[in-house]
């Protein structure tokens, strides 16, 4: 049974992984790239560890296994996050079929800072009021 279990968590990482491959050729722009493979990534990576850490069935690779998987959900996230800020801050143009830019007109090229806007109880009503337009929409 416990070999069931580590084939299943074995071959499901690893197909996590192929499709976080997948999603580096297939997505238009590095910002989809980098959402791909950091949530397919991590998570086949925790999986194929976990199966590895069932399959010799030791307390110390269990722990071991864990501050694994902890330290690769920390920083997979935390290191995309700053190479997609670094890309957008860089220049790097978006996908032709991005429908929201956030941070257009809020970025500081010479301070490389982020300006906040504060916003009414109307605007955030608004911006509400056209997200839930949106959803219906599509």
Known sequence: MRELLVMLFILVGAFLMFLAGIGILRMPDLFLRMSSTAKAGTLGAGLIVLGAALYFNEFS?????????????????????????????????????????????????????????????DEAVKVLSEADDFEEEN
Not at 70 to 86: D, K
Request: aromatic residues 10%.
């Open 61 to 121: 690779l269990y722990t071991r296994a864990v501050a694994i998987i902890i330290f690769i959900l920390i920083t997979s996230p935390v290191a995309a996050h700053m190479i997609g800020r670094a890309a957008y801050f860089d220049g790097v143009p978006l996908w032709r079929g991005t429908i929201r830019d956030d941070l257009h007109g809020h970025y500081h090229s010479v301070t490389h800072s982020l300006e906040t806007l504060p916003v009414s109880d």
